[in-house]
């Protein structure tokens, strides 16, 4: 494994931004971690994601250029399987079908295949290229999105009143194996499993570490720091749930206020989140909204049952043979090029 200052760098910051709260909080600052902030970083998400929504809405797409893999509706005697029209869509319902395996499944992942150039005695010289499964990234990812989907879904005991009638199911499946006082949630467990391995599987690789940059790295270790401060609140560090739920409830309303006794651990974890909050827009993150936008995703491969013309097309000059042949007629004739009309006009 190779040096590469972008992943100390991320997880510098990340330190950083844990050691600012825990400073902050310390010294009295509890209107500014427990308001301000998490206003400020609200803002910048709402304001940043929408901005990017907007601007791929208006972005021009004069050609249908959607990835496909299946086989194209053509003649009527060629018959297509299910996972044709998946793969290639010829109407809406089918890219819908198609959609909701990308974004529920990950079904591009899925399909992924590693290529390695290894040696082979049958191939001394250049040895042999092989093709191989992926699946456990797409574990790990499966693993690590619905586990935070889990976690995000409890999380909203702390924000209303009442209590969405889901959220008590969704806590009594997740905390199934009583294993510890209180309740351990095994999507806490399965969020950090996955954002490790996810992380591992980053530094181990030599040729994924060269190539990963601060905008791979620092998601990971904020969200790690995040998942590691709320098991540590809810385990070991014990924090007023009732203040935590004022202080929630407050913030939503528009009614601020801080409770007393909350503890510097919650403002550290309160900070992380604030901080993946402001982040998110201008991140890789941000492909939870930019999936839907993805025009190799989201149009139908039907160029060959409907012709489409760019709307935004604009008249072009076009020079004809003979054209170019009497502005070049001179020089076409000095190089020897057999010319069409030979006079000098």
Request: hydrophobic share 50%; glycine share 6%.
């Amino acid at each position: 494994m190779g040096f590469n200052l972008a992943c100390y760098f991320s997880l510098f910051a990340v330190i950083v931004l844990v050691l600012v709260p825990f400073v902050g909080a310390a010294a009295g600052w509890h209107v500014i971690f427990g308001i301000v902030i998490p206003y400020l970083a609200g803002f910048i998400f709402l304001a940043g994601l929408i901005y990017r929504i907007v601007k791929w809405a208006r972005t021009p797409v004069p050609y249908r250029i959607p990835t496909t893999c299946g086989q194209n509706r053509s003649l009527p005697w060629i018959r297509r399987s299910l996972r044709d029209k998946l793969e290639n869509p010829e109407n809406t319902i089918h890219v819908i079908g198609r959609m909701a395996l990308e974004v529920l499944f990950f079904r591009s992942l899925f399909r992924n295949l590693r290529t390695e150039l290894r040696p082979w005695r049958e191939y001394p010289e250049g040895g042999r290229l092989l093709y191989w499964s992926t699946k456990w990234l797409w574990i790990g990812a499966i693993a690590f999105h619905y586990s935070f989907l889990v976690v995000l879904s409890r999380h909203l005991k702390f924000f209303t009143e009442p209590v969405p009638f889901f959220v008590p199911f969704v806590e009594s499946v997740d905390s199934f194996f009583q294993i510890y006082v209180p309740a351990v949630y095994m999507s806490g467990i399965v969020l950090l499993a996955a954002l490790i391995y996810l992380l591992v599987r980053r530094i181990a690789d030599p040729k994924l570490h060269y190539l990963s940059l601060a905008a791979d790295y620092f998601p990971l270790f904020l969200i790690l720091g995040i998942g590691i401060s709320g098991v540590l609140m809810r385990y070991f560090f014990k924090v007023d749930i009732v203040a935590v739920k004022q202080l929630a409830v407050a913030l939503v309303t528009f009614h601020p206020t801080v409770p007393e006794g909350i503890g510097v651990i919650f403002y550290i974890h309160l900070f992380l989140v604030s901080t993946l909050l402001a982040y998110f827009p201008s991140s890789k993150l941000v492909h939870m909204a930019g999936i839907f936008f993805s025009m190799t995703r989201n149009m139908a491969g039907n160029n060959r049952a409907i012709r489409h013309i760019n709307p935004w097309e604009y008249p072009v000059r076009v020079f004809s043979y003979m054209d170019q042949e009497n502005m070049f007629r001179k020089q076409m004739k000095a190089a020897g090029i057999p010319l069409e009309k030979d006079t000098e006009e």
